[in-house]
């Protein structure tokens, strides 16, 4: 039996879709190489959980490993500091870099300790210590503490990028991903230093690019307002053609074949959302065990299904008992608004109306469930479920009529 090469949950290895966004990857990258010079304007991608997010920004970072360039990856987190991890990512990167001499290396690495000092990171006052004393003990220079962590990690940014050209890269790209999690002073010191590289008369050859939950422009806009500049690149669900290129080609690669019906089936059912495809396919793979060679086929799928249906029901579940009492019933009143409209968006004040408040009133459950991404504002008062099947789960939770009705993506499909 082959290893099942589908990852629910995990980032994607083989992409459906996302041409344009890769596209658009490799053109930055491209006027780094090229230009020897900081590409902006900083790249932005957003989108609710679980459509792609991770998956297309380790692409673009295994897109820029290959064409050379030094990589920095964090993952930013509601507790950390966001300027200070991505300096010890920076160091850890440059470390594993074999291109680089170690006298350069140690040169700069007593610039970082300095920078990382300012920025607060664990044990970077032992590191200091450490390195100043072999470089013949001169102490760092005074800095006014407001201004340090700023001009500290620009010139840090631009002498790493600096170091990885010279040795024979192609230069630094940055990648943050959560960046809806960012605290806002380090998130502001990182906008900060690559907005003054971008404008700096010594080139910086550099690339950066965020990724977040849909209120991520805001985050960034909050956290430095010239951040509104940068290129906003949403992700949509995955259309039909892609969706059969998500599903079908990892099988492929393993000589497996999708026969047509089950495959219908599977990007119908799963309604562009790629943890879907992932989801369904694995299952259907785990039923049907192929050998190279074997088809996977509508029976497989059926009977994947089950598994299918299980997982995603503790997912829900998970999510459902999360949701305090005025959440739940936040939740109730946009199922039931739905089925009487027959539409996956809701208006916000038709919410308010069914529970008998005012829209005001309502503000409070409103913004729990989109900060918890439960649910998302798809502009002029509508609201709509991020994550399909979901709906139908509460409405199947709270005995509500009809719920046969709702459809894919609302409702997970019963086979
Ligand atoms: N273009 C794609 N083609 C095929 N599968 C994909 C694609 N994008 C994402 N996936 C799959 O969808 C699921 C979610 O992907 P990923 O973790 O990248 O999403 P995300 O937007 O980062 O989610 P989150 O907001 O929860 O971090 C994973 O199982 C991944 O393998
Ligand atoms: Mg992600």
Same mark, same amino acid.
Do not use: C, N
């Given at each position: 039996m082959l290893p099942n090469p589908y990852t629910p949950g995990r980032p994607a290895q083989v992409l459906g879709g996302r041409t344009r966004e890769r596209a658009r990857i490799a053109s930055l990258l491209e006027r780094v190489e090229t230009l020897g010079e900081y590409a902006g304007p900083l790249h932005v991608f957003h989108a609710p959980r679980g459509l792609g997010k991770t998956s297309l920004l380790r692409s673009a970072e295994r897109e820029a490993a290959s064409r050379g360039f030094a990589t920095v990856w964090v993952s930013a987190t509601r507790r950390g500091n966001v300027a200070a991890e991505l300096t010890h990512a920076l160091r850890t990167s440059l470390e594993r870099l074999d291109s680089i001499g170690s006298r350069d290396l140690a040169a700069f690495g007593l610039h970082l300790s300095k920078v990382e000092l300012q920025l607060g990171v664990p044990g970077a006052?032992?590191?200091?210590? +450490?390195?100043?004393?072999?470089?013949?003990?001169t102490a760092p220079e005074p800095v006014t503490p407001a201004e340090a962590p700023v001009s500290g990690l620009e010139s840090v940014l631009r002498d790493s990028a600096a170091l990885v050209r010279g040795s024979g890269g192609a230069g630094l790209a940055l990648f943050v991903d959560e960046v809806h999690a960012a605290d806002r002073a380090g998130l502001g010191v990182v906008l900060n230093a690559l907005q003054n590289l971008d404008g700096a008369s010594s080139a910086a050859p550099l690339a950066a690019m965020f990724a977040g939950l849909p209120n991520t422009p805001e985050v960034i806009i909050d956290a430095a307002t010239f951040g509104e500049r940068s290129q906003w690149l949403p992700l949509d669900r995955l259309d039909d053609d892609d969706s059969a290129v998500a599903l079908v080609r990892p099988a &492929?690669? &393993?000589?497996?074949?999708?026969?047509? &019906?089950?495959? =219908?089936?599977?990007?119908?059912?799963? $309604?562009?959302?790629?943890?879907?495809?992932? !989801?369904?396919?694995?299952t259907t793979w785990d039923v049907? $065990?192929?050998d190279p060679g074997a088809v996977l086929e509508l029976d497989h799928v059926r009977a994947g299904y089950r598994d299918a249906r299980e997982? %995603?029901?503790? %997912?829900? /579940? $998970?999510?459902?008992?999360? $949701?305090?009492?005025?959440?739940?019933?936040?939740?109730?009143?946009?199922?039931e608004l739905m089925l009487e409209h027959g539409t996956d968006d809701v208006e916000r004040a038709g919410?308010? =109306? /069914?529970?008998? /408040?005012?829209?005001?009133?309502?503000?409070?459950?409103?913004?729990? !469930?989109?900060?918890?991404? +439960?649910?998302?504002?798809?502009?002029r008062g509508l609201l709509r479920f991020t994550m399909p099947g979901f709906a139908g789960f509460v409405a199947e939770e709270a005995g509500i009529d009809g719920a046969e009705r709702l459809q894919a993506p609302a409702r997970f499909p019963e086979l």
């Open positions: 006052g032992v590191r200091a210590s +450490v390195e100043r004393s072999r470089d013949g003990g &492929a690669d &393993a000589g497996v074949d999708w026969d047509h &019906a089950a495959r =219908r089936r599977v990007v119908s059912d799963a $309604a562009g959302y790629p943890y879907f495809l992932q !989801l369904l396919g694995s049907a $065990a192929p997982q %995603l029901g503790s %997912l829900f /579940r $998970a999510r459902w008992s999360k $949701a305090s009492p005025g959440q739940q019933e936040f939740l109730v009143a946009m199922v919410v308010a =109306r /069914r529970l008998g /408040r005012t829209t005001r009133e309502i503000s409070v459950p409103r913004d729990r !469930l989109i900060a918890q991404d +439960v649910i998302e504002p798809t502009g």
